[in-house]
């Protein structure tokens, strides 16, 4: 337990530039809180007392404000930072060394039994009020930005963003932009920007158009005007 907990203390001090000494992050820290709070139900879970392992996770939710459901499967080294809102599914899985920020949900889509949430490979970061829905596959290293929705596999050593989530970069080559967890672009707003410019243009064409035909019109009418004459 105390060889378990020493890992987990470094890892904050490794991960975490706030982090100033192992009793601050041991009273203070609630994403190391919760996450020993897990262990516990988690192994409760395992071995069949569903009930129990649930009351440790729900008072561990209302202390630290962080919902792991003990049937989810973690590997070793995450760190929570900050951690409010962040929620668990219970058939997660998690590789070693994952980084989550607040507001992270790693959830299911619908009410389908069997496998329902992701899968995170190792050396995983995911940012601040980020979505990764269904039983989809995160391959290791990879980054998904803030406030991105993933419901697609991600390859590894990717980067993320958006909503849907798209593929920023890709084995270190930029497709978009670099970026990391809180600068990347809004694709949302690119799609935006396209349909202003497609805008401009028909518009464009239109007044093309409309100014043709006020001109086929003015000589039509003088044609006509020619032929009263005659």
Request: contains cysteine.
């Amino acid at each position: 337990m105390f060889r378990k907990l020493k890992e987990d203390i470094a890892v904050v001090k490794e991960k975490d530039p706030a982090a100033r000494s192992s009793f601050e992050i041991l009273l203070t820290y609630s994403g190391l809180k919760a996450v020993r709070s897990y262990r516990r139900a988690h192994w409760f879970y395992t071995h069949g007392f569903y009930t129990i392992a649930r009351i440790i996770s729900q008072r561990s939710r209302h202390k630290t404000g962080i919902e792991i459901h003990p049937g989810a499967q973690i590997g070793k080294g995450l760190f929570i930072d900050h951690g409010m809102g962040v929620v668990i599914g219970e058939t997660t899985i998690i590789g070693d060394n994952c980084l989550l920020y607040q507001g992270v949900t790693l959830g299911g889509t619908g009410k389908d039994k069997g496998k329902r949430h992701p899968t995170l490979g190792n050396n995983v970061m995911v940012g601040a009020g980020a979505k990764v829905l269904g039983p989809i596959e995160i391959g290791d290293n990879v980054k998904v930005a803030a406030n991105a929705v993933v419901l697609k596999p991600i390859p590894a050593n990717c980067t993320a963003v958006g909503v849907p989530a798209r593929v920023a970069v890709r084995d270190g080559v930029k497709i978009e932009h670099d970026l990391d967890h809180v600068h990347y672009p809004d694709p949302t707003m690119q799609d935006i920007t396209e349909l202003r410019t497609g805008m401009q243009q028909l518009r464009s064409e239109v007044d093309t158009l409309e100014h043709q035909y006020e001109v086929d019109h003015e000589h039509l009418e003088q044609l006509e005007q020619l032929e009263q004459k005659k």
